[in-house]
Antibody
Framework: EVQLVESGGDLVQPGGSLTLSCVASGFIFSDYWMSWVRQAPGQGLQWVANIKPDGSEKNYVDSVKGRFTISRDNADKSLYLQMNSLTADDTAVYYC????????????????WGRGSLVTVSS | DVQMTQSPSTLSASVGDRVTITCRASQSVSPWLAWYQQKPGRAPKLLIYKASTLESGVPSRFSGSGSGTEFTLTISSLQPEDFATYYCQRYNTPSRTFGQGTEVELK
């Protein structure tokens, strides 16, 4: 069974930093791109970042470029999101989601999601 | 960047109704278009990918169609468990973009 479990969400002051983690199980982690998606309170989904299976390519939404860094550890089956210079606009539930794989031809995007981790930016 | 626009933002319907949600892209994204369902307090659930392929385990009353820049999600006969918010997502490049969502509510 595929499982994704996020952790690290917290209350942080504006300008502060936080790192989210996501531990994967039930699939070959190193075969898949992985994504972070966020949802501000009462708002829609916003894709934040994703990372290639070998970590060689990373993509970000414009609003977090230069502040957030996505990374992964395939040996530990873990995905990370380091967040710096946080503002109130970054307050959201952050979801870890499995993304694309080149190992099959299905063409499925974010097919498994974690339960989310709440980040609150407030003084 | 590719923008995704869903319509309507809110849809009022009754059980048994046929429901259609539209998603328009600012440029062609074919066939890399997915649909998700989200219920309050829950993670999104993949319903359809590659515009029209039904995800395993998703009821056949859900269907997707379209190409180029215009896509639709249809629920052929709305069931009580289908009241939720639906999002389209383009994934024609390594980055992704979601539509703003369509809430399907009870009339």
């Amino acid at each position: 069974e595929v499982q994704l479990v996020e952790s690290g969400g917290d209350l942080v002051q504006p300008g502060g930093s936080l790192t989210l983690s996501c531990v994967a199980s039930g699939f070959i982690f190193s075969d898949y791109w992985m994504s972070w998606v966020r949802q501000a309170p009462g708002q829609g989904l916003q894709w934040v970042a994703n990372i290639k299976p070998d970590g060689s390519e990373k993509n970000y939404v414009d609003s977090v470029k230069g502040r957030f860094t996505i990374s992964r550890d395939n040996a530990d089956k873990s995905l990370y999101l380091q967040m710096n210079s946080l503002t109130a606009d970054d307050t959201a539930v952050y979801y870890c989601a499995r993304d694309w794989t080149d190992t099959d031809s299905s063409g499925r995007p974010n097919d498994y999601w974690g339960r989310g981790s709440l980040v609150t930016v407030s003084s | 960047d590719v923008q995704m626009t869903q319509s309507p933002s809110t849809l009022s319907a009754s059980v048994g109704d046929r429901v259609t949600i539209t998603c328009r892209a600012s440029q062609s994204v074919s066939p890399w278009l997915a649909w998700y369902q989200q219920k309050p307090g829950r993670a999104p659930k993949l319903l359809i990918y590659k515009a029209s392929t039904l995800e395993s385990g998703v009821p056949s009353r859900f269907s997707g169609s379209g190409s180029g820049t215009e896509f639709t999600l249809t629920i052929s006969s709305l069931q009580p468990e289908d009241f939720a918010t639906y999002y389209c997502q383009r994934y024609n490049t390594p980055s992704r973009t979601f539509g703003q969502g369509t809430e399907v509510e009870l009339k």
